[in-house]
């Protein structure tokens, strides 16, 4: 597992962030949701209330839970630009204790007739800076011509006028 | 000539679907458009006399860069038609067109419903195919009368040039074996259309002037040429500036790039030759090896060896990376060759692919772009005349992986990769472009 940059972390506590979780099914397909419920736990590991039994998700979070199989979570905040890409396995899957009973009060504040499925953990293996800018200068350190090829990516340099 | 575990191989009697499907089912990990293209540069294409007269139609919708001679069928007389460069399959893969006898079991391109599809046979189609939309300076007079695409072949976001459709080595008898260049140029100055054999500064300069007022489509230019080996090849390189300074000229006056990125392919020079094509602008630069065996390279590129030399053309090569950068140098092999009729290349599969990719594994230690073009035995060639077969699919798979899997192999042991980035989406008669997009 690893520690994830503090401006994700402190990203993940702003409404105004956007989080997708991205699972796959048993021959692969992957299947993309919103989960607004997701959070930083203070051990650094990602947790979301899933909400539906035996839902897609929740099939395929146990599948890739058993069969140590990645999934990605992305965010974007569209106020600042941030936009990360984490991949983690699932940890672990609770239904009872203080952290579900809070997920779960959370939950009956907005829908309160909703029985929540379960409480998922997901140990965060890999964040990928998935900004635009971010993503250049790491594809520059890959490739090493790409500024010079990718003649339209310095067009402003060259308008005339 | 041995292939498929020791077997004797001639691709005309080899049935095409079986073969396709064999060489599929024993590398499942090979994209099948990589496969389409190699098979279709290997065994060419045929039209349909419905997609043929699309072409002539509508004329501005296509890049009609090639005339060609065409007889139908049980009719009497030939009948001169345009056809398309190239066309693209659904992934963008580039594939180049190459005209091709019955005997070969050509692939078949058909316009079904207003739609062009690649076939096996009339009606059994294989996959839907696509052409580059028009470009803007398809059929534009330049001021000095020639037609701005007889300048600048476009394809994609590249433009392509030949300055020189006369190779040196032809003077003497001594052109490479599988090279028809002299033999086009003569047939295309028959056609007329205002097609150039040498084109001037002044020339290019006009052209892709007119080529970059398409805002935004065109990345960069690849230009390849004939060589004029007198004088240690010292003509060569004061030709080469001379275009370069030209292309530069032009991408700085119309769209203010400096330099306008170019990809150019000749042959090599000493270090001060070379530091003066990257002062005139040039920023990537590439020489064709041809083939790597030593004992067949005499024999399959006379003039290289007489002019130059085998050791002397890869120390030149390999040099350049010093002045041009890693990755910013590009050596290549024509595809197939290695496997010619002895003298000229191996007998058996597996002697030619090990040949080749010791070759590539060299290239790539070094820094140089591992780049090929698929062999084709086309009419005015040495090989064609000594009735040279076209190797079988299995080794133009195998060697197109194995390039990629060293190039994986260096990405990981540097952390980067070295890559025609200048081809990527463009590059009709090889993969090694095809197979970069996944590096």
Known sequence: ?161 | MKAYGGKEYVMQEMDPREEFEMVAAAHPDVSQNIMIKEDVLRRGIDFSKEAVEEFQRNPKEYDLAMSILFKWHQTEDAQQFSIPFHFHLSDWTAVGIRISPSENRPYLIELIDDRFYLSRTPGDILTEIYFDGPAQHAGVILPNGIPADKICHFGGDQFYMVPMHHCGYWNTGDQCRFCDIDYFAKHMMKMGRGFKTRQNPEDIYLGVCEVLKDEGRYKDCFCNSGTDPRNDFKRDLEYTIECIEAIVKAGKDTIGADPFPIYFLSAPQPRDGMQRLYDAGLRSWGSYIETWDENNWPNVCPGKARFMGREEWIKRTVGAVDVFGKGNVAAGFVIGVEMAPPPYGFEDVEDALASTLEGYAFLIDNHVIPIGTQWAIEPGTDFYKMGAKQPPLEFFVRVDRGRYQLLKEYQKQYGFGISADYMSKSQPFGCYADYQRIL
């Not at chain 1, 897609?56 to 999934?71: A, D, E, I, P, S």
């Not at chain 1, 200068?137 to 090493?144: H, N, S």
Request: net charge negative; glycine share 4%.
């Open chain 1, 1 to 161: 597992m690893i520690e994830l940059p503090k401006e994700v972390v402190a990203a993940f506590d702003d409404p105004d962030t956007i989080k997708v979780l991205t699972t796959t099914d048993e021959v692969g397909n992957p299947h993309t949701v919103f989960k607004y419920s997701m959070v930083v736990r203070e051990d650094g590991q990602l947790a979301f209330l899933e909400l539906l039994e035996r839902s897609r998700t929740y099939k395929n979070m146990l599948r890739n839970h058993w069969f140590k199989k990645k999934v990605a979570v992305s965010i974007f905040n569209p106020k600042t630009g941030l936009a990360y890409q984490i991949k983690g396995y699932p940890t672990r899957c609770i239904i009872e204790g203080d952290e579900w009973v809070k997920f779960r009060a959370d939950l009956w504040e907005q829908m309160p007739d909703i029985e929540p499925a379960a409480l998922w953990h997901i140990g965060p293996e890999e964040v990928l800076d998935e900004s635009v800018a971010g993503r250049f200068e790491e594809e520059k350190r890959r490739i090493l011509q790409l500024e010079f090829w990718n003649i339209h990516q310095r067009r402003s340099k060259y308008i005339k006028g």
